[in-house]
């Protein structure tokens, strides 16, 4: 660690990681109430377990961003963190906020906090992804833009590289589109289109680009390879991102009542999406095979060259799979979309912010360059348990996706939902099964940042 | 990735290459702007449909069901459910209205919400006007 103030990212690693834990519990639940219908009911039934576990996902993803920046930044500005203090106070302000919705979502009978959070004076809730309180939303706007300002008056003190302008063009971006969170009018179409102006030019737009900063920074760190031979494919990746992915957004108004062009614009503009996916797979490779130095942090190469192949899997090929309008007629809305959802999610975004932890807390703590070697044989058992139950988990969401489409949607007698439910359960007990290794896995991460040992060096 | 292909030129492309493409989504959503009000049938929003969305959101109910496809995927899917229960909104609000608090022993289950008649019949108004929407014939067929 080059500079004092990058150690505020420790923070928001550690509560990261421990929302990362709820997430998972609750997807268990959730899991577990696929098949015993009842589970856990009325105490805390389905739709609340699926608030916090994406929203945990949403929050803990933001907390990792933030924090990868704080690391990041002052270290490609060369320069101290313009507030350290700021971002501490911002972080407990953020946490608080997000446990306090929470414990809300968990104690508190969803219409009742809609109505003690005032929703009636701007109601934004009740809304997939965007189920927080107004007063939250509210609360994530301060943080971001507090957080911006940080990172912001870091930039301008310091060295502009590449890395950092597309990191901020990112989290910019990403408090921009989040506004749209703010527009919810009674037409529910126009509420649904502008929707995905959050949620798909999140994912498959802005937060590209900060996925391609942070993997373009980790890459130099444990690479050695010429920065200027590095940003430059970060540029064509992003490049790539935002040709395909801003019309891309078309692949979700196709059945919303929107017009039927669209079914053109956005078969052929997200076919594209795949590419920048497979340019990060390239890229991290050869990066790799260039490399001009060992670097002795083999865990955080690890994770640098996994999210580059699984966001490819998951976003790129699973994707793909049901993107075009011809297909996606059948298979919208189905498991097929959990399954894409999951794979996607952790491959790109869980794995990153996991990339940047594993490169930089190390450092945080006091490390010349990495954790010991049995500290980072744990860890990658970690990488692979995760890595691999993910995989499972998708291919049986795939599996039972297929099915439900057959039985409910494509066969000459179509059956009724809940019946197709119960004759593919189960897809959904061995997706639970694959949950608990999960689980396991991220136990054993946990694990890892507690053994110690003589650190590794390059042999 | 060598010769005269420099990062000054990627970044250039980057640059116009996301304008251009932000500059065409927003005149596509200007035109998709003017052709909605032939789609979604807007002048029946009226203030039953108003608050009926609201009950629909107040209660989370896309936790569980999808919408014209989009929310969860535990629970049918509701843009059709007009139909589906031989378009009666009567038959919607029985539905709701009747669900054990306790749940149904093993099965998925939806909770009680409680709802007022009032509340009752804004969503099921709601559902049918959803119903009506031109989504180029989604759902493939009744089942959702
Ligand atoms: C906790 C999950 C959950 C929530 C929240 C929920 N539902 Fe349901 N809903 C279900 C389940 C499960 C079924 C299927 C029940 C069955 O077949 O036994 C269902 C069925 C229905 C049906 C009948 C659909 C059919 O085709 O048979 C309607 C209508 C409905 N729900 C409306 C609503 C409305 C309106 C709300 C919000 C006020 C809501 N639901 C919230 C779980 C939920
Ligand atoms: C990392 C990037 C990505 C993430 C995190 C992601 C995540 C998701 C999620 C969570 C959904 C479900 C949204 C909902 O609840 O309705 C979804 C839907 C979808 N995604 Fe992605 N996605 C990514 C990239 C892509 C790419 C590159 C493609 C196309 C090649 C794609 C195609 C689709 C399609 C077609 C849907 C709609 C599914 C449906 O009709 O139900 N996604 N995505
Ligand atoms: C232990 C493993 C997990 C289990 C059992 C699990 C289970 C579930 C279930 C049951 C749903 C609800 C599907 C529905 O709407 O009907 C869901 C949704 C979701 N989960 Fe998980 N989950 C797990 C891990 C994860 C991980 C690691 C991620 C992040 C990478 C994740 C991201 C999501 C997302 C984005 C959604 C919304 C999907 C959509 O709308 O398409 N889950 N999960
Ligand atoms: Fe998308």
Redesign the pocket.
Known sequence: MKYQSQSVAKLYFIAAIALFVAQILFGLIMGLQYVI?DFL?PHI????ARMVHTNALIVWLLMGFMGAAYYLVPEEAETELHSPKLAVALFWIFLAAAGATVAAYLLVNYATLAHITGNELLPTMGREFLEQPTITKIGIVVVVLGFLFNIGMTILKGRKTSINLVLMLGLVGLAVFFLFAFYNPDNLVLDKYYWWFVVHLWVEGVWELILGAILAFVLIKVTGVDREVIEKWLYLIIAMALISGILGTGHHFYWIGTPAYWQTIGSIFSALEPIPFFMMTLFAFNMVNQRRREHPNKAATLWALGTSVMAFLGAGVWGFLHTLAPVNYFTHGTQITAAHGHMAFYGAYVMIVITMISYAMPLIRGRAAANSMKSQVVEMWSFWLMTVSMIFITLFLTGAGILQVWLQRYSDAPQ???VVQEKIALFYWMREFAGLVFLIGLVIYIVSFFIEGEEATVS | MSGAFTKSTARNIFYGGSVFFLLMLIALTFDTMGTLPERDHRENITEQVAMGKK??E????????TLMGEG?Y?????AN?YD??GKSKEA?MG??MS?PAEG?PG?????Q?N?SQEELEA??EF?KWVSEIDDENWPPNIQ?
């Open positions: 219908g009911f039934p389905f739709n609340v009724a939902f809940m | 009950v629909w107040d209660n989370n109910c896309i936790g569980c069901h969860a535990f629970a049918p899917e509701l459910v589906r229960f919607i539905f709701i669900r149904v099965r998925r289950s939806m909770p919400f709802l969503v099921a559902l959702g």
